[in-house]
């Protein structure tokens, strides 16, 4: 008797790949071994094809998706001010308030602010398969953290673990050294003109000095306070420290003590040939200097109710200020008055820099504040980027292809790198500890220090 043997019909047309886990897309897949393929498909099943464009959607997209994805392939959803406009110089260095920028008008972006992030799609044109598959895992490694164990040292997951172990991602930069000489926070870094050095201040006391080609520390001067803040104007340095700024010549060997200050000095800057320090005591001192002839006391500026976190120089012989308080002040430096208090934070005002027409202001509260002048010569929000956690610190420069980056130090010891005017994130670095200085170097490199006491030094990478 002949024996009939039948193949069910799904045994037949069983697919012979797994599927996708959903979890480890969205890096949080905790089974091992798990059931479901952790590897993107070759020939995703959510593909569309039309006219030799590919888009990443489930279904067809309607016209106005093809407009936007026709217009670029990374171009953020619009949530800034349409007049932000990338700027000619970005050096990220003077807020002008001239006449001419009365003419603009700014419109207050719609509430989308913190949600763009998670909400925004992307949409790409891609010429093959493989693009769509490499944006694929990039938007999965961006929703990945840091892993703590690896960290330490002690991550037993290896290759199969679900978060980084990477010291950052992103695309343009490499890490050149690691600087380790430092057993506290570093708080400010300087490159003096006409030097080789490196220079570093920190809260263990000290401040030293690197060559800038070897990489070694050359020279160490013990303070016996914790420096909180550092800066060089020409062939000066100076270092914040309790009840006083120290100031060193490099080329003159000269040591000067500016008494004074009442408290930590938090912060320093330098315009219209005066050193301004901003102390514990909400006070900011102004010295009148040459930088050849013996620096002189000539103004307090009293006005913050709590310390004085941060200053920055604007055009027009403009001072601003972030405190403790929670405000901003703007300071004519000519008469040393008040001209106005923003209040646009809710916790304390961190960081302050400006670019071009714009002053950005990062604070407690989560947010980077974006101000610009109003038709009445006063300044006014006109944009707000809400991060998850604190922001700590701002930082400007220019990457290798002249594009303005915006570094953003947070409490979650990361560095987001923000496209500017779009706030398209470009990269993140990490950090075993919060980054609490950063300094911009010649020929692309940029560098940055902790709370650990390391320092570390980066470069733009050429095409």
């Known amino acids: 008797m002949a024996v009939i043997t039948t193949t069910r019909r799904t045994e037949r047309f069983r697919p012979t790949t797994r599927p996708t886990c959903k979890y480890w897309q969205a890096g949080r897949c905790n089974r091992n071994p798990c059931q479901f393929s952790h590897s993107l498909p070759t020939s995703p099943s959510n593909v569309y094809y039309n006219a030799n464009t590919t888009y990443k959607h489930s279904k067809k997209p309607d016209s106005s998706v093809e407009k936007m994805a026709s217009s670029s392939a990374k171009k953020a959803i619009n949530c800034a001010p349409k007049d932000f406009k990338k700027p000619e110089n970005c050096a990220l260095k003077a807020v002008e308030c001239r006449p001419e920028a009365e003419a603009i008008s700014v419109e207050k972006p719609s509430k989308c602010e913190g949600k763009c992030e998670e909400k925004a799609v992307l949409i790409e044109k891609t010429a093959d398969v ?3 598959a490499t944006a694929a895992k990039a938007s999965v490694d961006k929703s990945r953290s840091i892993c703590k164990s690896w960290m330490t040292d002690n991550c037993v997951d290896g290759d199969l673990c679900q978060n980084l172990h990477s010291w950052f991602y992103g695309d343009g930069f490499s890490t050149l050294a690691k600087l380790h000489e430092h057993n506290k926070a570093i708080t400010g870094i300087a490159l003096p003109a006409g030097s080789n050095k490196l220079i570093s201040g920190s809260t263990d006391g000290t401040v030293r000095a690197w060559d800038c080609n070897t990489g070694r520390c ?3 001067i013990h303070l016996n306070s914790p420096v909180t803040s550092l800066i060089s104007e020409g062939p000066w340095i100076f270092a914040g420290v309790k009840n006083a700024v120290k100031a060193w010549n490099i080329q003159t060997g000269a ?13 320093l800057n330098v315009g219209n040939d005066i050193l301004l320090a901003g102390a514990e005591d909400g006070v900011i001192y102004a010295w009148r200097c ?4 013996p620096f002189k006391l000539v103004a307090t500026l009293s006005g913050h109710s709590k310390p004085v976190v941060c200053l920055a120089i604007g055009c027009h012989k403009m001072l601003y200020s972030g405190s403790m308080d929670h405000s901003i002040k703007v300071w004519d430096l000519d008469t040393f008055q008040c001209t106005m208090t923003l ?9 302050l820099i400006c670019w071009d027409n714009y002053l950005l202001s990062g604070s407690s509260d989560c947010t980077v504040n974006v101000w610009v002048c109003t038709e009445e010569g006063t300044l006014e929000v006109a944009y707000t980027h809400t991060h998850q956690i604190a922001v700590l610190g701002l930082y400007g420069m220019t990457d290798v292809e002249a594009k303005p980056i915006l570094f953003c130090s947070c409490k979650d010891n990361s560095v987001r790198m923000y496209e500017l005017p779009t706030f398209l994130e470009r990269g993140r670095l990490f950090t075993r500890q919060e980054v609490r200085s950063f300094q911009i170097g010649p020929g692309g490199l940029f560098f940055t220090g902790d709370e650990t006491g390391l320092l570390n030094v980066w470069k733009w990478l050429e095409e």
Do not use: R
């Open 130 to 132: 493989e693009d769509v």
């Open 343 to 351: 209040n646009g934070h809710t916790d304390v005002v961190t960081s």
């Open 218 to 220: 050359v020279n160490m």
């Open 290 to 293: 040459s930088f050849e002839t």
């Open 255 to 267: 040591d000067v003590t500016l008494d004074g200050p009442k408290g930590q000095v938090l912060s």
